[in-house]
């Protein structure tokens, strides 16, 4: 999925093309995407790449299009002071632009299925705190990444006020994915019914509204293996104060 916009020469003039096309849309968004450069995220021998349109997988380490990660930062209509939860989170590229929003009052949590690609992120985040340019120009909600498999959270988990899945979500999953929201939360994931990136709102207690967004292709959940015992491996997430 991507190829909406023309590839950037660097990390500006992508960011140029996205706004020029209408993926970026509000300054707070933009500003997060000109403070990361994305080749930073990608293995040096592919970092030629870093700059189109296109999603990038070596592995199990994944990016989405930049296209698409516009869309939903917009979509999580972030605010400084929030709580967000990042299902598959992956890199941490995107974990790490929210960061810039939300501020040193939120909350920045991550879960990652595979051990290799959460210590890729660490170290990733690691060097953008200790190496770019634009970390001390914003008070930054630094993310805190777990393993695991997002459909295992542990039954006390707090709620969120964002939540974001970053694979594409079964129908049987979509109540499980909507009750880790507060209400007035923002859940947006891409629904496996035919594949499109969706915004849900929380508006009350059992009170829903839904929104289409865009096509996507998102390879699908992957389902909780259970250990030997028949037990499965609950994700425990930082406690937080609501």
């Known amino acids: 999925m991507g190829g909406a916009v023309s590839a950037g020469e660097d990390n500006d003039e992508l960011i140029d093309n996205l706004k020029e096309a209408q993926y970026i849309r509000t300054e707070r968004v933009e500003q997060a995407f000109r403070a ?12 030629d790449n870093a700059y189109k349109d296109l999603a990038w997988k070596h592995g199990h380490i994944h990016l989405s299009a930049p296209c ?4 939903v930062m917009e979509a999580l ?9 990042n299902l598959g989170s992956g890199t941490g590229y995107l974990s790490s632009m929210v960061g810039l929003i939300l501020g040193p009052f939120g909350v920045n949590h991550g879960v990652e299925l595979h ?48 939540v974001y ?18 209400v007035g939360g ?26 289409k967004i865009l096509a996507v292709s998102f390879a699908p959940l992957i389902q909780p293996c259970h250990s030997e015992s028949g037990q499965s491996r609950l994700v425990q997430l930082r406690k937080y104060k609501g």
């Open 36 to 47: 990361i450069d994305r080749a930073d995220y990608y293995l040096e021998e592919f970092k």
């Open 77 to 85: 209509d972030l605010q400084p002071g929030l709580s967000f939860l």
């Open 165 to 182: 899945c970053g694979a594409g979500v079964q129908k049987e999953h979509e109540d499980y994915m909507k009750n880790l929201l507060r």
């Open 115 to 162: 051990s290799e690609v959460t210590e890729y992120a660490r170290r990733k985040l690691d060097l953008f705190i200790k190496t770019s340019d634009s970390f001390d120009k914003f008070e930054f909600c630094e993310p805190s990444f777990v393993t695991g498999n997002c459909l295992e959270l542990s039954p006390d988990c707090t709620q969120y006020d964002r």
């Open 68 to 71: 698409i990660y516009s869309e």
């Open 186 to 211: 923002i859940l947006v994931m891409p629904l496996e019914e035919k594949v499109r990136l969706t915004k849900i709102t929380r508006t009350g207690p059992s009170a829903w509204e839904t929104k």
